[in-house]
């Protein structure tokens, strides 16, 4: 058995989903190969090579590989998936992206989101917003899978694996990038934080988020999350967004803070370890998961919980 | 320019479903059904470029079986020309859905198709980005802004940093997020009208496709559940539980 393993970078570094996805490729089992593609990578090529039990780094870079356009890269994952029996990827918005058009070309059923390594064929993944688990079993010659990293911990680091290079495969002109706003922050990324702050439609305009939400977070070291409704009330910006459709995280400490808990939004965030719900509505469902409850107005038992950290 | 738009039918998002006893799936009789939500921004955008001049035709397309005619119907009361059913019964997957679609593209020489990212029943995220690959077409998914140009598009896409714009020759695939737009409803009037707009029906192997599964489906069980814990008096008794107890700051 042979794995190539989609690593998910911004070229000057390695993200740690990587690391999460491949652990979840372990667990298929066999000889472990890390696709860096990109453009001036060579320092998130050095990260993956440092991850332990892999067989070797494939770095492939190239101007259209700079920043994941779907084509190009999905044609150069078609391209070297002859040698390998699995295709893995990290479930993030490159993998959901790339690791479809690759199974299409491939003529394979991609499973998405996989949470549980069965066997090296049988994965389990959540269907309606998680609230069933489906236990499937892949019958094309190749598997092509996306994971969702939450649930995996990180696979260790130390080694020192060696690095190939590769050339790129013909440029497909089909898209181009335009621009890239992506915003870089301090804070813990939202998909591997230990703990998370989210906040919802109770926090009522972008400055108020803000001023209530930030301090707290940053007391705890935790990354900031937001509701769908946040998100299109626009106080909170769209990769905040915790939920079905939005981030799925699985942090030891989880806050809910205005948020009332509809499915969709518990689908995210119901696999943290703990769940603290603030909330002035004793009866909003997210009590329901909240292994500890706050009744009351947010806008005075926020900025009071900050103080006293 | 002709706008093609699979809409799927699922159980209504609000619906809480329950798993069948024995792992048989998950309940369908008597449940609620609707328009995919993702769906209904996507139809909702092609009709929008009807409307602005840019698109002459927005044609609905489902894979399902006999009741999915009210999805279509619903999606020619919000505005949509005409409606072709693909009759199939039972769950079909992505690529098999993705191969059918490919078929009716060609079949209509549609120059856009605009799906919804993402099936709220299967979850799977991936109908779009493998027709984009079957036609050898361009693919913007997660939109949440598209501006047709001459022989191109620039989407904006939501991405996990961020957002993302990029440019994309046409033909082209897009996915619509959930900021794209927001989903008209239809009146009664034009859900009256809707009633004779034309629905033809079709069936996979018009197309040449097998819709045979690829993925065999074990077990469907409940996911572990979560009780409720307690309530607690304070910000201060809060932070004491969470050092103390839960051990998690
Ligand atoms: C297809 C689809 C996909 C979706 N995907 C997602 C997703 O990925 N993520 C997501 O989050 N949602 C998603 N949703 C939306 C989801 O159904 C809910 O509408 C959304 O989660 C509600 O956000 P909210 O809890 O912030 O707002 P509300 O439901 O309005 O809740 C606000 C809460 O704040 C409380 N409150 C108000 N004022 C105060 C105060 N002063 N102090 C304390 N508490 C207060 C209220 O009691 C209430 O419980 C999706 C919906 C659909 C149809
Ligand atoms: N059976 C179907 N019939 C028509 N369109 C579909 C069907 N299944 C999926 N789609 C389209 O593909 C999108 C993504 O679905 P999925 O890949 O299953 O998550 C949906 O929002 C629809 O636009």
Redesign the interface.
């Known amino acids: 058995m042979a794995i190539l393993l989609l690593a998910e970078h911004?070229n000057a570094s390695l993200s740690e989903l990587t690391a999460r996805a491949l652990t979840a490729a372990r667990r298929i089992g066999g000889d472990i190969d890390i696709l860096v593609a990109g453009q001036g990578a060579r320092a998130a090529a050095e990260s993956a090579a440092a991850l332990a039990d892999i067989r070797r780094v494939l770095l492939v870079e190239g101007d259209t590989l700079a920043?994941g356009?779907?084509?190009p890269l999905?044609d150069l994952v078609v391209s070297l998936a002859g040698d390998y029996d699995a295709l893995v990827a990290p479930a993030?918005?490159?993998g959901?992206?790339?690791?479809?058009?690759?199974?299409?070309?491939l003529?394979?059923?991609?499973?998405?989101?996989v949470v549980e390594v069965v066997s090296a064929d049988?994965f389990k993944r959540?269907?309606?917003?998680?609230?069933?688990?489906?236990?499937?079993?892949?019958?094309?010659p190749k598997i092509v899978l996306t994971v969702r990293t939450a649930g995996f911990a990180p696979a260790r680091t130390g080694a020192s694996a060696p690095i190939e290079t590769l050339p790129p495969t013909a440029a497909s002109?089909?898209?181009?990038?335009?621009?890239?706003?992506?915003?870089?922050s301090e804070r813990p990324d939202l998909?591997a934080a230990k703990?998370v702050v989210s906040g919802g439609r109770a926090l009522g305009s972008e400055e108020r988020f803000r001023e209530t939400i930030i301090p707290v977070a940053d007391k705890?070291g935790a990354a900031v999350g937001a509701s769908?409704a946040a998100?299109?009330a626009g106080y909170a910006?769209?990769?905040w967004q915790v939920g079905?459709?939005g981030?799925i995280v699985a942090p030891?400490?989880y806050v809910a803070v205005g948020i009332s808990g509809a499915?969709?939004h518990l689908a995210g965030m119901?696999d943290a370890?703990?769940?603290?719900a603030i909330n002035k509505d004793?009866d909003a469902p997210i009590?329901?998961?909240?292994?500890?409850?706050?009744?009351g107005d947010l806008f005075e038992?926020v900025p009071?919980?900050q103080r006293?950290? | 320019m002709k706008v093609l738009v699979p809409v799927k039918r699922v159980?209504d998002?609000n619906v809480?479903?329950r798993?069948k006893a024995g792992g048989e799936g998950?309940e369908l009789a008597n449940v609620k059904m609707s328009m995919n939500p993702?769906c209904e921004i996507a139809v909702e955008e092609a009709i929008r470029l009807k409307e602005k001049g840019k698109a002459s035709e927005v044609v609905v397309v489902s894979v399902g079986p006999a009741q999915a005619q009210e999805t279509l119907r619903t999606g020619l009361a919000m505005g949509a020309d005409r409606a072709i059913l693909v009759n199939v019964e039972g769950a079909v997957?992505?690529?098999a859905v993705?191969k059918v679609l490919k078929g009716v593209v060609e079949a209509e020489a549609a120059d856009l198709v605009i799906l919804g990212?993402?099936a709220?029943?299967?979850?799977?995220?991936?109908?779009?980005?493998?027709?984009?690959?079957?036609l050898g077409?361009?693919?913007?998914?997660?939109a949440?802004k598209i501006e047709l140009g001459d022989g191109k598009a620039?989407v904006e896409?939501?991405?996990?940093?961020?957002?993302?714009?990029?440019?994309?020759?046409l033909p082209t695939v897009v996915t619509a997020?959930?900021?794209l737009n927001e989903p008209r409803f239809a009146s009664l009037p034009n859900i009256m009208k809707a009633k004779k707009k034309p629905l033809e029906e079709k069936s996979a192997a018009d197309y040449g496709v097998s819709v045979a599964?690829?993925?065999?489906?074990?077990?469907?069980?409940?996911?572990g559940t979560?009780k409720?814990?307690?309530?607690?008096a304070?910000?201060?008794e809060?932070?004491d539980?969470?050092r103390n107890e839960?051990r998690?700051?």
């Open positions: 911004d920043h356009l779907a084509e999905a993030t918005t490159t959901k992206n790339v690791f479809p058009r690759v199974a299409a070309l003529d394979v059923m991609q499973v998405s989101d049988t959540p269907i309606y917003a998680g609230n069933a688990i489906q236990t499937v079993q892949a019958t094309d002109q089909l898209s181009s990038i335009r621009e890239n706003r992506i915003v870089k998909g703990i705890l769908r998100v299109d910006p769209n990769d079905q459709t981030k030891d400490l499915i969709q119901k370890k703990v769940i603290v004793e009590f329901q998961v909240a292994d500890y409850g706050l009744v038992l009071e919980l006293q950290l | 159980v998002p809480k479903i798993v998950v993702f997957e992505p690529l993705a990212k993402q709220i029943d299967d979850d799977c995220n991936q109908t779009g980005q493998m027709l984009a690959a079957l077409w361009s693919q913007a998914t997660f949440s620039v896409r939501e991405v996990d940093g961020g957002l993302q714009s990029i440019e994309v020759t997020d959930l900021r599964p690829r993925l065999k489906v074990l077990a469907t069980e409940e996911p979560r409720a814990g307690i309530k607690v304070s910000p201060a809060l932070i539980k969470l839960a998690v700051i």
